[in-house]
């Protein structure tokens, strides 16, 4: 197949781009790479584009010209303080440039199917493992801008009855990650040796998921027959605290981490839990996680020495 990624070069982008690649597919990489690396990917100079979403004209052109057979939309601002502290850079983005790809997917008749990454965070607080069903009710303006992209997503399937898959990423984790998220922060502050790390709040729990497991599930999802429109939960199906994960970090390092709180990242609304039921996506599309906590610390890890 002919693949389209959008933020191809990013944290995720880069853990599909070769799965999909290995399976024999012509994938393309659009990117502006505000966050990701054109090293993170191996594409021909040719099938990859740095242009911004938010330009109409060259999203019209690049889709046309490529003529894909699927688009994968990964491309976004999805680090939520920047978010909150630049609303309309991230509506812009997420809102006006999902509708950008979108508007040029319905002129090419060669997409058979458009996967859109969304967020658990277009969810409500809750503390019970959240189905696709769950009543939608995001807290921040990076949920609110995913769930606006859901509903353009909807709208271009009832009019061009294109296969349209929508995932809910819960928290990703894996290597090639360039915004400071809990486990990236971490390991910013253990990489030069320190073993006393600064950290927000401890307690809440989320369910964090490999970007390799992430990418078998989207690769296992592109290969269903008879998707319409449909929703799935992309997490791990396991809660941990930040506690727990420090501990991960402990084991692998066979060393005592000390943590202290710092109040300038402790966030004044926090869920405690966050959790996805993915009996969807496994029972949909057959797949089943490989990487758990302690296997992905322990390769994160690994490549402290090879960077």
């Known amino acids: 197949m002919k693949i389209l990624i959008t933020g191809g070069a990013g944290f995720i982008g880069s853990a599909i781009t070769p ?82 790809i979108l508007a040029a997917c319905k002129k090419v ?9 969304s967020t658990a965070a277009v969810y409500p607080i809750s503390d019970i493992p959240v189905r696709e069903t769950h009543i939608l009710h995001p807290l ?14 909807k709208s271009f399937h009832m009019e061009t009855d294109v296969s349209t898959i929508v995932c809910r990423f819960f928290n990703a984790f894996g290597p090639n990650e360039t915004n400071p998220h809990l486990i990236p922060e971490i390991e910013k502050q ?8 600064f950290l927000g709040n401890l307690t809440p729990k989320r369910d964090f998921i490999h970007t390799y497991d992430m990418a078998n599930a989207i690769k296992l999802l592109l290969h ?41 990242r402790v966030r004044k609304v926090e869920r405690m839990h966050l ?3 993915v009996t969807k996506l496994k029972n949909t599309a057959g797949w089943l996680p490989e990487w758990g906590i302690d296997e992905g610390v322990k390769d994160l890890i690994e490549n402290w020495n090879n960077k």
Do not use: W
């Open 224 to 264: 269903v027959e008879g998707i319409r429109y449909d929703t799935f939960n992309l997490g791990r199906g396991i809660e941990y605290s930040v506690m727990e994960i420090v501990e991960a970090f402990e084991r692998q390092l066979n060393d005592k981490i000390y943590v202290k709180t710092d109040s300038t």
């Open 140 to 153: 921040d303006i990076y949920g609110l801008t995913k769930l606006t992209g859901e509903e353009l997503c």
């Open 190 to 197: 253990l990489q030069n040796g320190n073993r006393t790390i």
């Open 109 to 117: 008749k060669s997409i058979k199917k458009v996967l859109f990454a």
């Open 19 to 100: 799965v999909l690649q290995k399976e024999g597919n012509d994938v393309y990489i659009l990117d502006n790479l505000s966050f990701g690396n054109r090293e993170f990917i191996d594409v021909a100079d040719d099938h990859f584009f740095m242009y911004d979403i938010r330009d109409a004209q060259k999203m019209n052109d690049i889709i046309t010209n490529v003529e894909p057979e699927v688009v994968i939309h990964l491309a976004a601002i999805h680090f939520i303080p920047y978010c909150n502290e630049h609303p309309y850079e991230a509506a812009d983005i997420n809102i006006r440039g999902t509708m950008n």
């Open 275 to 277: 959790l996805a039921d």
